[in-house]
């Protein structure tokens, strides 16, 4: 039995995931989709670069990460309807897109989160020096928020989803509060809420491309992450927050819930209350660490294989 996992090649995190599934998962595993006899969707934007006539002969799985339910039009649905045809089996990454994908399909779905590579994401206990290296204020209150918030149609709009206007809220709110607080952003397309702290005299550093060993020094070098998302498919930065010991406070989205502890999930009504419990979200990560993270996808897949 092999598998097949089609490629995003947008130097995202599903790139990452696929190279570390085939470097970790080899003697189940090809490259050259003729070969297998499963086909993993892990890249369901790109789903239709796949040969139909290869794909119809194959059984085949479906990553779906979250649906923007304010962005799920008919075009949407269609697009989904005849992806559905080819699918036999759905993955995703938490409870709360399960939910979404049950309303869709009557395909057998699995929630399991993505496993996590504690070879990159580690705790460094070293907060000083590293924010001495990235010449960091050693007497602030650092929040990170490491993801896409400006739509790429303009560079302007807010993504809703990603909830930078729920964001710019909060930080707004520490600052009045009592905080010496400082931003620390990484990733591309951060101009809308780098335009609000600017407007609002916050000061914060903008890390726009790091590779992963940089970006796990900066998790290390916070005090708390936000995520104010409306919708998520994880977001990844929770379980790399777990593992790297990282404060967090989140919206309920994704994996969120799953990971966190209930009093670190908030509410927009409720932000300034909810606690980082580092020590919960640290244990809750372990079973999804590699290789033991690995485990329920080859249940499923050989599930499939054997139906």
């Known amino acids: 039995m092999k598998i097949h996992l089609n490629s995003a090649k947008e130097n995202w995190v599903v790139d990452r995931f696929r190279e570390e599934w085939y470097k970790y998962n080899s003697s189940i595993s090809t490259k ?14 790109t789903w239709k670069k796949i040969n ?19 962005k799920f039009d008919e075009k949407q649905l269609d697009e989904f309807n005849l992806r559905d045809e080819y699918v036999d089996f759905y993955h995703v990454i938490s409870e709360n897109t399960k939910k979404q994908i049950k309303k869709l399909t009557n395909k057998p779905i699995v929630s399991i989160p993505f496993w996590v590579n504690q070879e990159i994401w580690k705790d460094i206990n070293e907060k000083d020096i590293l924010r001495e290296k990235y010449k960091l204020d050693l007497d602030s209150y650092l929040i990170g928020s490491f993801q896409r918030d400006t739509e790429g149609k303009d560079l302007i709009s807010p993504k809703l989803s990603k909830g930078p206007d729920q964001f710019i809220k909060i930080i707004k709110e520490y600052k009045e509060k ?4 400082g931003v620390i952003l990484a990733g ?13 005299d916050i000061p914060f550093n903008y890390f726009e491309m790091v590779d992963f060993k940089e970006l796990n020094e900066l998790y290390n070098c916070l005090d708390l992450y936000i995520v104010s998302s409306r919708y998520e498919g994880g977001p990844q930065a929770v379980m790399e927050c777990a593992i790297t010991r990282t404060p967090i406070i989140s919206t309920d989205v994704g994996v969120a819930s799953e990971i966190l502890h209930p009093n670190s999930i908030f509410s927009m009504n409720s932000f300034m209350n909810a606690k980082p419990n580092t020590d919960y979200a640290y244990e809750k990560v372990q079973k999804y660490l590699i290789p033991n993270g690995f485990e329920n996808f080859r249940k499923i897949i050989n599930q499939v294989y054997e139906n």
């Open 52 to 70: 139909k006539k290869i794909l119809s002969k194959k059984k085949v799985i479906c990553s779906i990460y979250h649906l923007d339910e304010d």
């Open 178 to 181: 009592n905080k010496k607080i």
């Open 32 to 45: 050259i989709i003729r070969n297998s006899d499963i086909v993993w969707i892990i890249s369901p934007w």
């Open 188 to 200: 591309k397309r951060r101009n809308f809420i780098i335009e609000n702290l600017e407007r609002l």
